[in-house]
Each structure stands twice: as C-alpha cells, then as structure tokens.
C-alpha cells in the first residue's frame, strides 16, 4: 500500500522568513511519481509539480524549490522570502502505475503566513 | 484556472436525499477523477473513469456511484445522504491513464452540507 505522510499540520512564519514543508512517502513500486498541489482559503486544488522517481535532480521555480531524496524517501518543498499570498494548505501525493494513476494524498500542511 | 469545471459550487440537502455532481474535464482529456475532501479522512480518491469506462475504484460507499458519458463529462451520484457524507468533492481530470505520470488538474469542487 502506498503512504504519504505530512507530518507538519501546521506552520506559522512572518513574512519573508524561508519555510519548508516535509513529505516522506511510502511505496513499494519502483517507478512512481510524486506531487505537490496547494489549496488556497478559496479551496480549489492546485497543481505545482511532478516528479518521477528516477529523476533526483532537484527543481527551482522562482521563489519555489524541492528536493527529492530517494535514500530517505523525501519530497521536500521550500518557499523562499514567503509571502502572505502563500498561506494555504499544501498537500504531497504519490502514484504509481501499480496504483491506476490515482493519488495517494498526505493530510496536508497548512501554512499561515504573516505580514 | 485548471478548465475542469464543476456543477454546482455549493449544495445543501437533507439525509435520505440524492443528489448529482457534474464535472466537465478539460479539453482533449479522456480520464475523470473523483475524490472527497473531508476533516477527518482528508483527501480521498473515489473512482476514476477513462473514455467512458471505469478504470479503478476507492473508497466509495456502495451509496455513490458514478459514470462518464460519450461526450466525456462524469456525473457522481450521492444517494441515501447521511450527515456523515457533508465534504468537499472534487472532480479531477488527465490526458491519459494507467502510467501514473499523469498530472490531474482539479476543479473548483463541489460543497456537499447534509443537513
């Protein structure tokens, strides 16, 4: 069965401050892919990024970065000089194609970000 | 936006009731997902569709039941509603299905309150 754990429920920080928020997944495929969406307070889902399990490489998008450590089954998401537009909750998911392409979500981190 | 779009925004009903939930994938994509946002279960695939046919199932009470049509938009159908099934319902679609590399774009959701 696969897992994902969020264990951060939730993460206050002041504005500008870095924040990262952990993820650690569990799964026995070999071939998988993970995700990371954010929930805004008008609470649609939104997509952020993908990565496959043979790709360690880690990906900066302006101001967002994650790391992908394969040895301790981690996908970590940092936000760089935060802001108050990022406070939402933001969630890590797993598939696989033993899995039919369905999402195995964490129970998500909800970051408060503060002027 | 992601262009899922979903029917209706909000829903109030009483228990014993059937309701319907609509959603209309993307342009050009062929797989429907459904999942339930909840307090206690957090997010939580239902079942998936792929140009009309099922594909995979989840957590889905044996009270929902879903379908794609030719025309590829998906319908959820809540029925004998128990106060239990109030929770955010999102319909998700991708271009294809089965590799687990598909990225699903999520629509606004359905807000289900059973009262």
Known sequence: AQKVTQAQ???????KEDVTLDCVYETRDTTYYLFWYKQPPSGELVFLIRRNSFDEQNEISGRYSWNFQKSTSSFNFTITASQVVDSAVYFCALSSNSGYSTLTFGKGTMLLVSP | ????TQTPKHLITATGQRVTLRCSPRS???????????????????????????RAKGNILERFSAQQFPDLHSEL??????????????????????????TQYFGPGTRLLVL
């Open chain 1, 9 to 15: 429920t939730e993460i206050s920080v002041v504005e």
């Open chain 2, 1 to 4: 936006d992601s262009g899922v």
């Open chain 2, 28 to 54: 050009g994509d062929l797989s429907v997902y459904w999942y339930q946002q909840s307090l206690d279960q957090g997010l939580q695939f239902l079942i998936q569709y792929y140009n009309g046919e099922e």
């Open chain 2, 77 to 102: 159908n809540l029925s004998s509603l128990e106060l239990g099934d109030s929770a955010l319902y999102f319909c998700a679609s991708s271009s294809r299905w089965g590799s687990g590399q598909e």
